[in-house]
């Protein structure tokens, strides 16, 4: 409250100086200390300024989805599900394969990786292990996302927006600028939807929802050589989601979305992040810190159907501090070098209890320890419970920490360039874990007592890791532009199966009432660290002197060792598990171009995979051969604005803006049995502007294409996602 009150005030006085940028000598703020102008040389990777972003109206990461070649971040449904596919590979839950960075600072849960990108002065996507800088979890590449900085702009914006199926989107936010030496700024945002997706059980949208956020950023140049950065970030997220529609695999058909228990999610997040530069003649200096906590609450109807079989809710509160302190010559000599130790510490109180309903008790219980146990001993055994419901409490404590220390060397031979470094990581995590329920039961028909019978799975399991990471790259540099070979590892870390102790104790509640009590071994319960070898050769290219033309290209090969996937237990199981199941490859293409002439602007991508499994046996089938499931084969951009020619009494600026963006073919399973076929989203919007003010028209999916984003089976049924229809909608915004 007391941050919307700073920005109402900022827009009742006015700040002390306005410009629309600003140069402070030889310090540059505002950029990340990892990333170098020539970083390019290294890897392939995708940028959107803030005048893109807004064209295109991109509120979020899932919007950038095939803009940049190879990169999938489809909806599941939810803001809190955030998988990512990059290259063949990804992960469906748990440990994300691409990290995320905010102002240089680390995003430490995949659960906040979804919020709204209002403000951000550019957004960067690169694709490729990107393990030697930033550690764990970026096997697969880096999002690198800077806000607007009030050293670099600065004034007051305001924006509301109206679209289809009453979603509203306003913004309001102030930079100011003292004295080329001091900036502030704070800014809010709010979105509300009512939702595309009707529960037919329930007679309501599903998917709508409420977000707000707020943003306040302090940023101080401490004479000659210092610099401060502070950006603090709240936000709170208030919605339902999954719509989710049963499948039938004999008639080919999808039922409408309808399930009767509530599913919803509720976010609650904070984040600040503090970079502190020190800057020297020969080397930056930096220490960069961020603390981090979330509480989040997820009900879900587990069955997705219109019966009593069960629900469950996940409650976690995660607190996380980064600190990581980096070096970086000034790269103006032919030898340069990067280095840098980083840590972290993150707990996690999280408890999962899984609500049984009659349905479900009848059927996924008593049915079957009556088929193969009660009933055969005789016409008067019948296993019964005195409840219509019970509930199995799951909950967790898991801490982690990991220390790393890495080092990047350069040295330049006339055109050439060759880099190579070495990053240590070693992390440990622990899970303590208690899982419990109570019930009462009786075995006999003509019994009137019933017996309590008490359940538990109490324990702790621990693990840690040790990783080296090498990177190594060649490059030659021209006029032209440069080519590039290189050779990177990644890893992605292990963790634990919270999802999987309903299934246990379930099966350890069995083994209770049939009196066959069995150990059960926790070691199913975590899985180990995903790794990978990356080869990529590749160029930049700018043919024109001008620089109106700039095309990437690249060749990739990836080995997955100890590959992490999604596997569910035999039978009509409630729960998923993580297991380091298979062996895999991928290799594939990546182009990208843009070009740029007047008041015209072309950008295209294209990425191309084929991912592969070397070896995968689920103890039934052999995938080996078969495509990765869920991420797409392969993935096109196309995106046109003209600055249409105008008079300047009628407009200072009138922008026709045309993109069509193209996924798949994406296999749902292991089996390669099912499968979304290649399908492609038209969109498009006129900007207008005059003076201090502006208008947009815009449109999504335009023509209604109908699409599947997900796939997955519970208990013994299938079910899909569905793409969002067709969006449309009018932005007003003032800029003063």
Known sequence: MEILLVAILAFLFPSAEQADSVVLQSVDIVSSVKLSDDSGSKFVSTTLERGQLELRHVNSVKELSAIAPNFYQPDYGSRMTSSIYVRGFGSRIDQPIVGMNIDEIPVMNKNNYDFELFDIDRVQVICGAQSLLYGRNTSG???????????KFQGKRLMLEYGNENNVRLKASHYARYGGKFGWSASVNYTHSDGFFTNQARGEKCDGGDNLSMRLRLQYLIGEKWSLDNSFTAGYTDEGGWAYRAYDIAGGTKAPVAYNDNCSYKRFSIQNGLVVKHYLDWATLSSAT???????????????????????EQNQKESSITQEFVIRS???????????VFGFYKHNDMSAPVHFKQYGIDNLILGNANKYYYHMLGPDRE????????VINDDFVIPAYGIAAYIQLGYKIGNFEVNGGLRTDYERSSMDYDSNSQVHYKTYRSHTAYTPLNSSFVGKKSQDAFELQPSLSLSYSGKWGNIYASVRKGYKAGGFNTQLFSDILQSKMTGDLIGKAQ????????????TSWNYEVGAHVSPFSDGSLNISAALFYIDCRNQQLTVFPKGMSTGRMMSNAGKSYSWGAELAASYKTGPLAIDVAYGYTHAEFKEYESGTNDYSGKRLPFAPRETVS????????VSEKIASSLVLN???????RIYWNEENSLEQPFYGLWSASVAWEKGHFGASLWGKNLLDEEFDTF???????????QGKPLQFGISVHVNL
């Open 383 to 390: 296993l019964t419970f005195a409840e219509d419901n019970f």
């Open 658 to 664: 045309i993109g069509w963006n193209g996924v798949g």
């Open 638 to 645: 196309a995106n046109l604005s003209y600055k249409l020619p």
């Open 711 to 721: 796939y997955f089976r519970s208990i013994g049924n299938d079910f899909f996602a």
């Open 519 to 530: 150990e059960i071994d926790a070691s199913s319960t975590m899985y180990k660290p995903e």
């Open 141 to 151: 590449g880096a999002i690198n996302i800077s806000t607007l900085s009030p050293l």
């Open 330 to 340: 000034d790269n103006t000599g032919a030898f340069s070098f990067m280095g840098g």
């Open 290 to 312: 961020g603390i981090q906590y979330m509480d989040d609450r997820m009900c879900l109807d587990n069955d997705f159907l219109p019966l009593d079989y069960f629900s469950m």
